[in-house]
């Protein structure tokens, strides 16, 4: 099983003790190292077009992530609405969790957010998402994570870091190909794409300048 570490352990490991200097340049050609596995990745495995073929074909697509993976789980809902319809973020306040496990209907799909150290939320509300009929695509860090043995279609990347948090750069790489293979071939997307930027505009949502 993948070695499971904390952001104290992290910091202990990675930050405490090293100068600014040291640091930054540490964490920067660290990054640079995970940028380019992440497009190798992404250049030779087909799991991020399988899971947008699961979004697309979807009749509602839900979005869920506790913890800090709430915030990705949101920014993919944000990405998929501007061009699909029935996309819902599983957020706790307009739309909770038991809202969508007592009303599951074929065509459903979850796409669950699960980063470590894994919420137990997202592993409990994923896993009876599945029992009760669902499918379930996940977006994790680890081939052993919770949840990669009962997911229809699972994105794996890696989140390595110098630095006490661990990297974002994988992730949100993984979520912006998700999102534009999953609209590129969607039916109606650019008409929907179209038909915001009208509305927006309508609504004066956005600064035009002086």
Excluded: C
Aim: overall charge neutral; proline content about 2%.
């Amino acid at each position: 099983m993948t070695s499971r570490t904390t952001p104290a352990d992290r910091f202990d490991r990675n930050v405490q003790r090293r100068s600014a200097r040291v640091l930054k340049q540490r964490v920067l050609d660290q990054q640079r190292a995970e940028f380019d596995q992440a497009l190798e990745w992404a250049a030779e495995h087909e799991s991020i077009e399988h899971a947008a073929g699961l979004i697309v074909s979807a009749r509602r697509r839900y979005l869920i992530g506790y913890g800090k993976s709430l915030s990705y789980a949101s920014l993919l809902a944000s990405d998929l609405s501007a061009g699909l319809s029935g996309v819902h973020l599983v957020d706790g306040v307009p739309l909770r969790a038991l809202d969508v496990l007592s009303d599951i209907r074929q065509g459903d799909l979850l796409v669950a957010v699960s980063l470590e150290r894994y919420r137990r939320e997202t592993v409990e509300v994923a896993s009876a998402y599945v029992r009760h009929g669902g499918d379930l695509v996940l977006i994790t860090d680890a081939e052993d994570a919770p949840l990669t043995g009962v997911a229809a279609a699972r994105i794996v990347v890696g989140t390595g870091s110098a630095s006490y948090v661990k990297s974002p750069t994988s992730i949100v790489l993984a979520l912006h190909l998700l999102a534009t293979l999953t609209i590129a071939s969607a039916k109606g997307a650019g008409r929907r794409l179209r038909e915001r930027d009208e509305l927006a505009a309508e609504l004066g949502l956005y600064w035009e300048g002086p």
